[in-house]
DNA sequence: ATATTCTGTGTAACCGGTTACACATTCGGA
DNA sequence: TCCGAATGTGTAACCGGTTACACAGAATAT
């Protein structure tokens, strides 16, 4: 293996001269420059990134920290993440958490002594004592706000306002929110936006809490169908939930869309597989992930960014499980 | 940051002696090992692993390789090499390469440089010089088998003759298969089990070439449906085509399965929910993860294995998109 | 009793970079 | 002409570990 030494050696330089050179920092001279350059290439160097991290504490890795990669979710995000990464030179690093503290705050320690250079994290723990502690940069993603921690999201409450009124332009009479899980800060906002929508409309509606689960919400959908069989229109605050729905629906022998609506939330390319095709508010999770990334390389690079907070708007897919606007 | 001259220092003893403690290697006194971990405790010492790994030339990282994480059958092999991986201590590196040979390849080689351990590689490049010259343990998952790298592969082969049975089994006269494309070799495994079990069933059938995707399988399936009208079976080699197809039966308004059967190929959570529900065969993707990464672990820690290839059995799936059988 | 092996420890080189600091030259401005 | 600033370079310490090697005393073998 060639060295920095060997580099220096050929060239008739100091080592320190090498690696101003390298990193183009200080003053070379124009003479030098060209003498490092060739020593460079005749003797194929090629730094060692291991030990300028020992000094230099930065290793152009970044966790991305989300629940679970098999959620459908994820891994849009992941793949953006990685994308605009490899874009500015940094190798992403994943990890699953569970929703689990303890392995959050493990992979969070263990990396940082690794001197990974920041963290994307989806979690609702943004607020407990180790990421306070980091002082490492971080994005949020999704998830959690915290004033110290740039977060990006999509809006949320809005667009379960649009997906709301999509079945509330259809005629719908009794609608059944699927409500996500309370400790979600993204389903809360959905949540808001669904009253947002519904509160004024005067349309009878039903409110359950239903898991980001497919077998749950089938299960859950089931139930609440059998016992009122006015419902005419679903709006899921996930995709997977929808298609719970769909599912119960399809075996109760309801038909899809003209006895019941369904909306979806998140735009999973799923949506697309079903038939028939659910009719959902997409989220634009590439770009969320890629913002993000973005966000965070600027971060770490001590770019200074006064935003905080970055919303990503979603959008209306409208598919087969609404029927056409009647006129 | 404390360091380990200053654990030495307060045990006192020497480097030498606190890192032989620390690595449990070489002879180190009761009295010795009591004062060191007295020492490490007391300062909250804790071992600085990028300065181990410019020794060592060992990271605890490893690399999997996948063409793209977005693809349904990625995020629970990564889940599954993330489980186990962390299991043993080490962390996984996500990398999409899109299937294209320099991508990979620059990963490889960045990576390598980092000291990474190892990687899980999804390719069909594997006989491609970068992989030969590596020096790295690897492990090749379902996709090409080189005498050099171990591999891990669910048995495709069997499992195509078991998915084309559920459909002779159900009495289907003309089946139509859904080829997967010709570089991949699961897919021409795939695509040798549909022969092995059709090639003396006395029943007609077409083959047709099919990408790994929803939209083009939807429209090639489309176009021979219209034509062949008495297709009455389909097999898949994959899910997502399987899905396709489905879409292209319903847009067309037959019935499945009355009219026609499909059956697909992985066992990807979506199968689960359309509707109706998709008979497939299985692919055991959390295994094979677990296995890769456990035999590329032990490579990495030099515990021979004289095993190089690993077979996963598949398991058929019947759900909705086939009939009972008739007696 | 002596040779040999095992146990235990410390010194210092090494992994391969970065960088503080000292020093020398050159140049522009007063 | 003199001085301070800008330019250019090298030495050596440093990042924080691992480990080859030398050495010493204790245990075992002959």
């Known amino acids: 293996m060639t060295t920095i030494r060997d580099v220096a050696k050929k060239a ?5 001269t090498v690696s101003r050179y390298l990193n183009d920092s200080g003053y070379v001279s124009g003479d030098a420059a060209k003498a490092v350059a060739a020593a460079v ?13 020992l000094n230099t504490k930065k290793t152009n890795l970044i966790g991305l920290i989300v629940p679970d990669i098999t959620n459908p979710f994820f891994p849009e995000l992941a793949r953006a993440v990685e994308d605009v990464a490899l874009t500015y030179g940094y190798t992403v690093i994943l990890c699953n958490s569970d929703e689990n503290p303890e392995k959050e705050k493990n992979y969070l320690e263990t990396l940082k002594k690794k001197y990974i250079d920041g963290f994307i994290v989806t979690s609702n723990q943004l607020d407990a004592p180790h990421y306070a502690n980091m002082a490492l940069p971080i994005v949020a993603l999704d998830r959690a706000i915290n004033e110290h921690i740039p977060t990006v999201a ?33 389903a809360n906002d959905r949540y808001e936006g ?3 929508a519904i509160r004024d409309a005067g349309v009878d509606y039903q409110i359950v809490v239903c898991p980001f689960h497919f077998a749950d919400s089938e299960k859950i959908v089931d139930e609440v169908l059998r016992e009122h069989k006015d419902i005419d229109g679903i709006f899921a605050s996930s995709d ?10 399809s075996k109760l022998g309801i038909n899809v869309p003209d006895e019941l609506q369904v909306v979806g939330f998140d735009g999973i390319a ?23 990334t973005r966000v965070l390389i600027k971060r770490i690079e001590n770019q200074v960014e006064e935003q905080h907070f970055f919303e990503v708007p979603v959008q209306l897919k409208i598919r087969g499980t609404t029927r056409s606007v009647e006129k």
């Open 194 to 196: 669904f009253m947002d």
């Open 240 to 249: 997977v939930s929808a298609a719970g729905a769909l599912k119960a629906a």
């Open 154 to 186: 999509s809006n949320n409450r809005e667009g379960a306002a649009i997906g709301t009124r999509v079945l509330l332009e259809r005629n719908c009479k009794k609608i059944l929110f699927l409500r996500g899980p309370e400790e979600l800060n993204p």
């Open 12 to 16: 008739g330089v100091s080592v320190a």
């Open 41 to 53: 290439k005749e003797l194929k160097y090629e730094l060692n990134p291991v030990a300028r991290s």
């Open 270 to 292: 799923m949506g697309a597989m079903l038939t028939p095709g659910l009719t959902t508010v997409a989220q634009d999770v590439y770009k969320m992930g890629a913002i993000a």
